[in-house]
């Protein structure tokens, strides 16, 4: 497969998306940039902003398996990986799959669970397995977990650990729609349009998971200059010198910044990587690995507040 192949699969696939997704195009394109990536992401946003809708597209785009979880105080890890169960009639134990067993894994309000549930998804994001009763099964690919959580509501949550942000790709986050976009969406409910029939709007899939993996090994050749290297160390040294930061961006930080400027590349029809790319990928790359010191927050600053000075002060190369 060709670069102007992958250019191609992108555009329809984007125009497919704006059946479903009205506004809301870089949310989206960050979403493409995942899968193409292999990573997982992390979506953040109110109650209402198309978070589960936009799961259900990506997945209907690429014929992927989809399943959903709501996380709940009491959901216990067997209930996300599966358990072993012993049936009488063959006096035999068999594995019971678990919904973690398919392509796109919504983890909806994955902070209400606490911390013993989530740490079951842990090895599943960055192994693609499962270890129950000692034994590993492996996960169907392409597998990406799209996890949601809701900014302004604490009550009932429970904070994700660290290891678990860092193994996100991204931090999406999906915030109102302009008047005009919420218009649009509102004329096509009143014209028919049903969320939880995506065969009303007339999407059609683009690609399967085999031509997935296709686009992925096209994307590993895309070239990645010594400056460009240099450009993305750079930002990560910096966040971690950084005065407004108690913790910079991680070495998976810089990998996964390399990675995902790789595949915007490709999806832009290009070769070869360029400092615009990193720059447009470093905000939702390091928003949810770093922690802002106390005195920055009381300054007004968040996250990609912190990200843009970092960015301001590493030197752009030529």
Same mark, same amino acid.
């Given at each position: 497969?060709?670069?102007e ?8 696939m ?12 870089e ?72 919904? *973690? ?5 919504? =983890? ?7 911390? !013993? $549930?989530?740490? +079951? %998804?842990?090895e ?93 090994a ?27 930061? *108690? ?5 998976? =930080? ?7 400027? !790789? $595949?915007?590349? +490709? %999806? ?42 970092i ?8």
């Amino acid at each position: 497969m060709t670069i102007e192949n992958v250019q191609k699969l992108f555009a329809a696939m984007k125009t497919e998306a704006r059946k479903v997704i009205v506004g809301q195009e870089e949310v989206v394109e960050q979403l493409f940039v995942a899968l193409f990536t292999g990573g997982h992401v992390l979506l953040e946003g109110v109650p209402g902003t198309a978070k589960t809708l936009m799961a259900k597209t990506l997945a209907t785009l690429v014929r992927a398996n989809f399943t959903r979880i709501q996380f709940t105080p009491d959901l216990m890890p067997s209930d996300v990986v599966g358990t072993v169960v012993f049936e009488t009639a063959t006096a035999t134990f068999r594995l019971k799959q678990g919904p *973690i067993f398919t392509q796109i894994l919504l =983890a909806d309000e994955i902070n209400r669970a606490p911390a !013993k $549930t989530q740490s +079951a %998804l842990l090895e599943a994001m960055e192994e693609r397995q499962v270890s129950i009763e000692g034994e590993r099964h492996k996960l169907p690919a392409p597998f990406m977990v799209l996890a949601t959580q809701n900014p302004i509501e604490y009550e009932g949550t429970y904070p994700l650990p660290e290891a678990q942000l860092d193994r996100f790709l991204f931090k999406v986050l999906v915030r109102y729609a302009p008047p005009d976009v919420e218009r649009e969406v509102l004329r096509r409910y009143h014209q028919g349009f049903d969320a939880h029939d995506l065969g009303t709007s007339g999407i059609q899939p683009v690609l399967t998971p085999a031509l997935i993996a296709e686009v992925q090994a096209t994307i590993r050749a895309v070239k990645v200059e010594e400056g460009i290297l240099d450009y993305i160390t750079r930002i990560a040294d910096a966040s971690r010198r950084s005065p407004d930061l *108690i913790l910079g961006g991680s070495p998976r =930080a810089s990998i996964s910044l390399l990675l995902g400027s !790789k $595949t915007l590349a +490709a %999806l832009s029809g290009r070769d070869y990587v360029v400092p615009d790319d990193v720059k447009f990928l470093a905000p939702p790359v390091y928003r949810h690995r770093i922690i802002l010191k106390p005195e920055a927050e009381i300054e007004g600053l968040d996250a990609d507040a912190v990200v843009a000075r970092i960015l301001g002060k590493v030197e752009v190369p030529r």
